[in-house]
Nanobody
Framework: QVQLVESGGGLVQPGGSLRLSCAAS????????MGWYRQAQGKQRELVAS???????NYGDSVKGRFTISRDNAKNTVYLQMNGLKPEDTAVYYC???????????????WGQGTQVTVSS
């Protein structure tokens, strides 16, 4: 059993900053990639950012230059620093991890419960 628990969402004014955290726990053997997706009301879920265990990162075009993803491999934790927030960043943000448990391969995708980020004046 694997759990991903997010924290750090909330209400922020345009131009402000938030930091999201997500900790993975449970029967984890290895964590390949981790990252964040978001889903705004009435829209499809989209990639925000991801990072591999080796530190390679990937960002959605709409957040490049404003958001920074990082991870602590020892803690199986991923962070998302969000600066210069815009109203269009309003969405539910979901933590994602591609994880292998001690039961062995294959890796599978796990998701957090989501945390609301609202950017509004």
């Amino acid at each position: 059993q694997v759990q991903l628990v997010e924290s750090g969402g909330g209400l922020v004014q345009p131009g402000g900053s938030l930091r999201l955290s997500c900790a993975a726990s449970g029967n984890i053997f290895s964590t390949n990639a981790m990252g964040w997706y978001r889903q705004a009301q009435g829209k499809q879920r989209e990639l925000v950012a991801s990072v591999t265990s080796g530190g390679s990162t990937n960002y959605g075009d709409s957040v490049k230059g404003r958001f920074t993803i990082s991870r602590d491999n020892a803690k199986n934790t991923v962070y998302l620093q969000m600066n210069g927030l815009k109203p269009e960043d309003t969405a539910v943000y979901y933590c994602w991890g591609r994880i292998m448990t001690y039961l062995g391969p294959p890796e599978r995708d796990y998701w957090g419960q989501g945390t609301q980020v609202t950017v509004s004046s």
